[in-house]
């Protein structure tokens, strides 16, 4: 079996900019993607707060040319999820499903995904009203009158995109002040279709076929009441996605992969970056950043490696 040099799993930013750095520096590299390229930065619509592009690009675009720039220079890109992760002697057995790869290093870049808000209704009616991707979603919610929960730069940001359909669109938050960044908050609260329901939950999402109700719940007086909508949208942000290493590297107490002295995991040779790493900002730009620094980590450590 031919060892790979690199092995990256995860092809959001942090995952593909490692790629980029790793092929051009002529190490022999795969990424493992169990779904679209581009990670949480591909359903979005867009991004204004990446350098260089200053009337903005969309989410889905930007996924595009990283990942047509990573291949240029030799990436190896594999549509398959990694199952598991096995240490060797100075090397590690990677498997999937189908297959199984040896490498010499390992870049963890999986990234994280959007939490649930686990009320009765949801799981019943997801795809039929309730939705976790405005990009994907929001077409079809044209003319209709929609709620979207949580209050941080995710509800904020796809709310105003949500805008471009829905004709009514209450952001529903648990607190009284907005988490999000002060830019979003402004244009939310400028734009006429949003209006607010402060220091509120959704306790059940209830339709037949489709969201046709909320129950919603005032945490203040604790008051319930009902709240016709057509659609639910989720944004109440986003856990680790790293089961896979759970056991092998350590984890902190939110399950984020801790590294050390600067992007190392635990194990010697496997290397975090991006947003499934204890302490990351969780931005494009610094999930890139890591990503650059990852790879150029992990070469030098393939530089010190007994040949
Ligand atoms: P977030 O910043 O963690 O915000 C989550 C929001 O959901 C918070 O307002 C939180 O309320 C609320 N929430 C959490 N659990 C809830 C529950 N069970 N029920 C009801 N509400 C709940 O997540 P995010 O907005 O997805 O953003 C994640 C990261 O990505 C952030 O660092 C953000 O800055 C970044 N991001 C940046 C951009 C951009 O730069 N344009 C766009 C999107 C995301 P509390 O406020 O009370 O905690």
């Known amino acids: 079996m031919a060892v790979s040099d690199i092995i990256i799993i995860g092809g959001g930013g942090a995952g593909l900019t490692a790629a980029l750095y790793a092929s051009r520096a002529k190490l022999s590299t795969l990424l493992f993607e169990k779904l679209t390229p581009g ?111 949580g209050g941080g730069d995710s509800a904020m940001q796809e709310g105003l995109f949500l805008t471009r359909f829905a004709t009514k669109l209450s952001v529903v938050h648990r607190r009284d002040k907005l988490r999000a960044s002060p830019i979003l908050q402004e244009r939310a609260q400028k734009n006429p279709r949003i209006n607010f329901i402060w220091d509120t939950v959704v306790e059940k999402i209830e339709g037949d076929k489709k969201v046709q109700n909320v129950k919603l719940k005032n945490i203040k007086n604790n008051s319930v009441r009902d709240f016709r909508t057509d659609g639910v949208f989720v944004f109440v942000g986003h856990d680790p996605n790293s089961s896979l290493v759970k056991g092998l590297v350590e984890l902190d107490e939110k399950g984020y992969v801790k590294t050390f002295n600067t992007l ?44």
């Open 39 to 149: 990670g949480q930065i591909a359903l979005t619509d867009i991004v204004e707060n990446y350098p260089g592009f200053p009337e903005a690009i969309t989410g889905g675009e930007i996924s595009q040319r990283m990942e047509e720039q990573a291949k240029k220079y030799g990436t190896q890109l594999l549509y398959e999820e990694v199952k598991s992760i096995h240490p060797k002697n100075n090397s590690f057995e990677v498997r999937t499903s189908n297959q199984s790869h040896e490498t010499k290093s390992v870049i963890l870049a999986m990234g994280a995904s959007f939490r649930t808000l686990a009320v009765p209704g949801e799981k019943e009616l997801t795809g039929k009203g309730v939705s976790y991707c405005a990009t994907c979603d929001g077409a079809f919610f044209k003319e209709k009158e929609i709620i979207v929960v």
């Open 264 to 307: 190392k995991t635990s194990v010697r040779g496997i290397f975090a970056a991006g947003e499934i790493r204890s302490g990351a900002v969780k931005q494009l730009v610094s999930a890139c950043g890591e990503g650059c620094e990852a790879a150029l980590e992990a070469q030098a450590y393939l530089e010190d490696l007994p040949s």
